[in-house]
């Protein structure tokens, strides 16, 4: 059974353009967390998403930032119109249902904003 | 004041040494207890969870939660370089969404 799976790994982009991250979440999962860490930081909650919806996005910034998980395909997690404070580890988490005490991560994607 | 307070560390052990790794919490509510072990460069994984206080062993580690002083811990026996690791904790409430609240993750290092 593959775990949860993002690409790319590493992702690199100039200020102002968009960056796009996917995930897949783990077969059988249909909730999706996204989290960013920061260097010297834990984990900050960005949203939760289950299949076409977002339930939760209190942690998302109001602005550049949007999430979708559709009925087909992965999750994505688009910024647009980058800056460099962007740069960081964006982790994704599935899990079977909302009762989170199994909440299985991805590798994450590492951006960074020249 | 934040949620979730977590020593960063480092903290550096010998091979074999009992570690103790705690947070402190503010919230009253917090029901759900998490630990996740993070390798450098890799996601986070579960370790442990535990609901309310009490404590929870799996092999060499245990879980321990004091809801009266808002404080949780992780303790491992017997360590080896492999534990080499940022732990982080985590805790949410009942209810709701779920949305854990991470510790800024305490870095271990056991040397042989």
């Known amino acids: 059974n593959a775990g949860v799976m993002q690409n790319p790994r590493h992702l690199v982009r100039r200020r102002g353009q968009e960056a796009r991250l996917r995930c897949s979440p783990m077969k059988g999962h249909s909730h999706v967390y996204w989290y960013r860490q920061l260097p010297e930081e834990g984990l900050k909650f960005m949203v939760y998403?289950?299949?076409?919806?977002?339930?939760?996005e209190s942690g998302m910034p109001k602005e550049r930032f949007s999430a979708e998980f559709p009925k087909e395909g992965p999750s994505i997690l688009r910024i647009q119109q980058v800056v460099r404070g962007d740069s960081a580890a964006y982790f994704c988490?599935?899990?079977?249902?909302?009762?989170?005490?199994?909440?299985?991560f991805g590798p994450g994607t590492r951006l960074l904003v020249l | 004041q934040k949620e979730v307070e977590q020593d960063p560390g480092p903290l550096s052990v010998p091979e074999g040494a009992i570690v103790s790794l705690n947070c402190t919490y503010s919230n009253s509510a917090f029901q759900y207890f998490m630990w996740y072990r993070q390798y450098s460069r890799k996601g986070p994984e579960l370790l442990m969870y535990?609901?309310?206080?009490g404590n929870k062993e799996d092999g060499r580690f245990t879980a321990q939660v004091d809801k009266s002083s808002k404080y949780i811990s992780l303790f491992i026996r017997d360590s080896q370089p492999s534990d080499s690791a940022t732990y982080l904790c985590a805790m949410s409430v009942t209810g709701g969404s779920y949305i854990p609240t991470f510790g800024r993750g305490t870095s271990l290092i056991v040397h042989p």
């Open positions: 998403l289950q299949k076409e919806n977002i339930i939760d």
């Open positions: 988490a599935s899990c079977r249902d909302h009762f989170q005490e199994t909440q299985y």
């Open positions: 535990t609901y309310s206080s």
